[in-house]
């Protein structure tokens, strides 16, 4: 999903997203989305933007456990450098509840909610995404939009929300020797998504913690990969399994007690 860095221009509809396993992952030669046409995205700073969120309820956002001391969430933006005061809200980050059982070396659970300091106000340009029941497993040949401010391949941030399609891989593959070769293991709670041998498709350095959709729900989140958009090295995303819905609505009932 780091520094910030100016648009370039209309870049080509076929979508390059390379997934970095650092700090993030990025939408290379993507497409500008219609500016708010996604409400719920969130751009996430330490003391410059680090990484993607997606709002889950008005006082929360979910990211990757990557993602560590984020401090201010922005609501609201197209353009990092526009001046968008009308549209955008800002909230600090009150705490940070990164899963119970992340593990960084297996990149085994990498999420995490951020709880703001103060409720957003839904409009036009803000609106969050509701979490319902598990979407099943997509199955691989799936296209999936992806979405983020992560580096374009001139090597800078995008200035403005990029997206794109990837196209999700049978986990089997992915663990096989040309793949991941089991390092890290691709588990039943990840999900593969990049290439489809024709578009070079993947993730990057600034969109770590955005969205996978599939089939207009929100199944995973954006966790690590390889670069520049290798067939054989995919784009791992945290898959939203009942077991981890069920995780971010007991820490956010809990919390509100």
């Not at 409400?39 to 990484?51: D, G, I, K, S």
């Not at 957003?120 to 992806?146: F, Q, R």
């Not at 090295?233 to 971010?248: A, C, D, H, N, R």
């Amino acid at each position: 999903m780091s520094c910030l860095g100016a648009f370039t221009g209309l870049l080509s509809c076929m979508v390059l997203l390379i997934v970095y396993s650092s700090d993030g992952s990025e939408i290379i030669d993507g497409t500008e989305v219609k500016p708010h046409s996604l409400p719920y995205m969130a751009l996430l700073l330490r003391t410059r933007p680090a990484c993607g969120g997606i709002l889950i309820h008005k006082s929360w956002v979910l990211t990757a456990a990557h993602c560590k001391e984020i401090a201010t969430v922005l609501l609201g933006v197209h353009s990092i450098k526009a001046n968008e005061d009308k549209s955008r809200q800002v909230r600090k980050v009150k705490k940070r509840f990164p899963h119970p059982q992340y593990v960084s070396a297996t990149k085994g659970n990498d999420l995490m909610l951020l709880k703001l300091d103060k409720p957003v106000k839904g409009t036009k340009t803000v609106k969050y995404l509701k979490l319902d029941d598990a979407i099943k497993d997509p199955v691989a040949g799936t296209s999936c939009m992806v979405a983020g401010w992560g580096q374009t391949n001139n090597g800078e941030m995008s200035d403005v929300l990029m997206s794109g399609n990837v196209t999700v891989v049978d986990r089997e593959k992915c663990n096989s020797a040309k793949y991941y070769n089991s390092k890290p293991v691709i588990t039943s709670s990840m999900i593969c998504a990049g290439s489809d041998k024709k578009n070079v498709a993947d993730v990057f350095h600034g969109d770590s913690g955005g969205p996978l959709m599939c089939s207009g729900g929100l199944v995973g989140v954006t966790s690590f990969g390889s670069m520049f958009g290798r067939i054989k090295k995919p784009g791992v995303f945290s898959y939203l399994t009942e077991e981890q819905l069920s995780w971010i609505k007991e820490t956010m009932k809990k919390s509100d007690i």
